[in-house]
T-cell receptor
Framework: AQTVTQSQPEMSVQEAETVTLSCTYD???????LFWYKQPPSRQMILVIR??????QNATENRFSVNFQKAAKSFSLKISDSQLGDAAMYFC????????FGAGTRLTVKP | DAGVIQSPRHEVTEMGQEVTLRCKPI?????LFWYRQTMMRGLELLIY????????DSGMPEDRFSAKMPNASFSTLKIQPSEPRDSAVYFC?????????????FGPGTRLTVL
C-alpha cells in the first residue's frame, strides 16, 4: 500500500527566512504524482505545487519549490522568503489510482 | 467562479440520525471527490466520481455511508445511521480532468458533530 510520511509535526521559521518541509512516500509504481497542499486556519485546502514523477525537473511556483528524489522516494517542499501568510498546515500527497495524504506539518512563521 | 460549494458548513446531530452533506462542484469540472478529515486518521479519500459515475469507493468506511451524484452539478454524502465516531470535517473537491492526479479544488468543508 502506498503511504505518505511527514516526519515533522511542527516547524517554525522566521519571516523572510527559508524553511524546508520533509515528505517521504512508499510505492512500487514508477509513474505517479505528488502534491503539496496548504490548509490555513480557514480550513480551505489549497494546492501549492504539483510534481509528475516522470519529470526529473523539480517543480517551482514562485517562492515554493520542491526537491524530488525519486530513488529515495523523497519529496520536500522549500519555502523561500517566508511570509506571515504562509503559516498553515502543509500536507504532502501522493496519487496513483487514488489520493493519499500525509499527517501534515504545522508551519509557524515568526515576525 | 464561486468555487466548490458545500452545505451545511456545520452540522450537529444526535447518534442514530440521518445526515446528508451536499456539494456543488465547479462548473465544467468532470471529477468529484469526498474526503474526511479527523485528528486521528488525517485526510482520507472516501469516494470519487468521474463524469458522475462512482469510480472508487474503497475508502467508504461502512455501509452506513453512501454517496450519489445524480448530475454534474450536485453530489450528496449520506450517513445513516450516524455515530459519534463519524464526527469529522468532510470535504468535497472537484477537478477539471478525470482521475485523481490533477489539481483538485476543495470546498470549505462541513464540520459534522454527532452527539
Amino acid at each position: 500500500a502506498q503511504t505518505v510520511t511527514q516526519s515533522q509535526p511542527e516547524m517554525s521559521v522566521q519571516e523572510a527566512e527559508t524553511v524546508t518541509l520533509s515528505c517521504t512516500y512508499d510505492t512500487s509504481e514508477s509513474d505517479y504524482y505528488l502534491f503539496w497542499y496548504k490548509q490555513p486556519p480557514s480550513r480551505q485546502m489549497i494546492l501549492v505545487i504539483r510534481q509528475e514523477a516522470y519529470k526529473q525537473q523539480n517543480a517551482t511556483e514562485n517562492r515554493f519549490s520542491v526537491n524530488f528524489q525519486k530513488a529515495a522516494k523523497s519529496f520536500s517542499l522549500k519555502i523561500s522568503d517566508s511570509q506571515l501568510g504562509d503559516a498553515a498546515m502543509y500536507f504532502c500527497a501522493y496519487s496513483y489510482n487514488d489520493m493519499r495524504f500525509g499527517a501534515g506539518t504545522r508551519l509557524t512563521v515568526k515576525p | 467562479d464561486a468555487g466548490v460549494i458545500q452545505s451545511p458548513r456545520h452540522e450537529v446531530t444526535e447518534m442514530g440520525q440521518e445526515v446528508t452533506l451536499r456539494c456543488k462542484p465547479i462548473s465544467g469540472h468532470n471529477s468529484l471527490f469526498w474526503y474526511r478529515q479527523t485528528m486521528m486518521r488525517g485526510l482520507e479519500l472516501l469516494i470519487y466520481f468521474n463524469n458522475n459515475v462512482p469510480i472508487d469507493d474503497s475508502g467508504m468506511p461502512e455501509d452506513r455511508f453512501s454517496a450519489k451524484m445524480p448530475n454534474a452539478s450536485f453530489s450528496t454524502l449520506k450517513i445513516q445511521p450516524s455515530e459519534p465516531r463519524d464526527s469529522a470535517v468532510y470535504f468535497c473537491a472537484s477537478s477539471f480532468e478525470t482521475g485523481t492526479y490533477n489539481e483538485q479544488f476543495f470546498g470549505p468543508g462541513t464540520r459534522l458533530t454527532v452527539l
